[in-house]
Nanobody
Framework: QVQLVESGGGLVESGGSLNVSCTASGSAFLLNIMGWYRKAPGKQRELVATITSGQNTEYADSVKGRFTISRYGAANTINLKMNDLGAGGTTVYYC??????????WGQGIQVTVSS
């Protein structure tokens, strides 16, 4: 069983920056992809960014150039640096990990509120 513990988030003004982090624990970590998804009220959950155990990254077009995902701490912790956040109320960010064998896990979600 894998546990994902998210931290960071909170309230920021439009145009500001915020970090969210996620640490995975509970199992041996082989090849995997970790990442962040988000869900805004009334919208589907969408991919934000991912990073592989080999440090390859991918981003949603909507965040390219503004968000940076990184991975450290024996590769079990990821951080998402979010710059130039647009006003949009509260969005919940979810940490995700998927292993090569297909097993995947989700974090509980962490709120990010951007005020106008």
């Amino acid at each position: 069983q894998v546990q994902l513990v998210e931290s960071g988030g909170g309230l920021v003004e439009s145009g500001g920056s915020l970090n969210v982090s996620c640490t995975a624990s509970g199992s041996a970590f082989l090849l995997n992809i970790m990442g962040w998804y988000r869900k805004a009220p009334g919208k589907q959950r969408e991919l934000v960014a991912t990073i592989t155990s080999g440090q390859n990254t991918e981003y949603a077009d909507s965040v390219k150039g503004r968000f940076t995902i990184s991975r450290y701490g024996a590769a079990n912790t990821i951080n998402l640096k979010m710059n130039d956040l647009g006003a949009g109320g509260t969005t919940v960010y979810y940490c995700h990990i998927k292993f090569a064998d297909g097993n995947e896990y989700w974090g509980q979600g962490i709120q990010v509120t951007v005020s106008s």
